[in-house]
T-cell receptor
Framework: NAGVTQTPKFQVLKTGQSMTLQCAQDMNHNSMYWYRQDPGMGLRLIYYSASEGTTDKGEVPNGYNVSRLNKREFSLRLESAAPSQTSVYFC?????????????FGEGSRLTVL | GEDVEQSLFLSVREGDSSVINCTYTDSSSTYLYWYKQEPGAGLQLLTYIFSNMDMKQDQRLTVLLNKKDKHLSLRIADTQTGDSAIYFCAESSPSNTGKLIFGQGTTLQVKP
């Protein structure tokens, strides 16, 4: 009963370092999403993948890249981390178009950039 | 553009009713949602309402939708300390890609 699994849960980076956040879902969902959560700003969409093989920019894509590796996995890469990318990152999945639109979230990845 | 607004904080006494309010801008949203986030955890769906409904009740939760004013509310009856969390309002994106637009979240504090 895993649902959406994110790794790592915590990470500290220095400015300029790179890293990849991994996400996998076992619900056979078509769509996957990466959000960031900052105090007082709610959740903002970074990138999403409406279906396997497609990715699109969300509200705040600058400084990030994504890969939809297969139907299960959707990774988020920070090529050169900046302090402004200190945040909590959430991966989510949904059935996609035609469903109720419910998103299923992972537990979050807490990233600090020094 | 798409925008969802919520007040940031609400404090109530245990046993009282809580009402969390939300305004949204896109009248073409098919569904509107309430999510709950407990400390250190991801978001979980509490309830949702289809845009052609005015009200939905689910045990202690009542959702009211005023389409004319683009206003959504969540009422929690008999609020318990376990209801302390952040509550997010969200609307479905009109581009029908499945993505949701979230509000800032309302922190509900329940005092014993």
């Amino acid at each position: 009963n895993a649902g959406v699994t994110q790794t790592p849960k915590f990470q500290v980076l220095k400015t300029g370092q790179s890293m990849t956040l991994q996400c996998a879902q076992d619900m056979n969902h078509n769509s996957m999403y990466w959000y960031r959560q900052d105090p007082g700003m709610g959740l903002r969409l970074i990138y999403y993948s409406a279906s396997e093989g497609t990715t699109d920019k969300g509200e705040v894509p600058n400084g990030y890249n994504v890969s939809r590796l297969n139907k299960r996995e959707f990774s988020l890469r920070l090529e050169s981390a900046a302090p402004s990318q200190t945040s909590v990152y959430f991966c989510a999945s949904s059935e996609g178009t035609g469903g109720t639109g419910e998103l299923f979230f992972g537990e979050g990845s807490r990233l600090t950039v020094l | 553009g798409e925008d969802v607004e919520q007040s940031l904080f609400l404090s109530v006494r245990e046993g009282d009713s809580s009402v969390i309010n939300c305004t949204y801008t896109d009248s073409s949203s098919t569904y509107l949602y309430w999510y709950k986030q407990e400390p250190g955890a991801g978001l979980q769906l509490l309830t949702y309402i289809f845009s052609n409904m005015d009200m939905k009740q689910d045990q202690r939760l009542t959702v009211l939708l005023n389409k004319k004013d683009k206003h959504l509310s969540l009422r929690i009856a008999d609020t318990q300390t376990g209801d302390s969390a952040i509550y997010f309002c969200a609307e479905s994106s009109p581009s029908n890609t499945g993505k949701l637009i979230f509000g800032q979240g309302t922190t509900l504090q329940v005092k014993p």
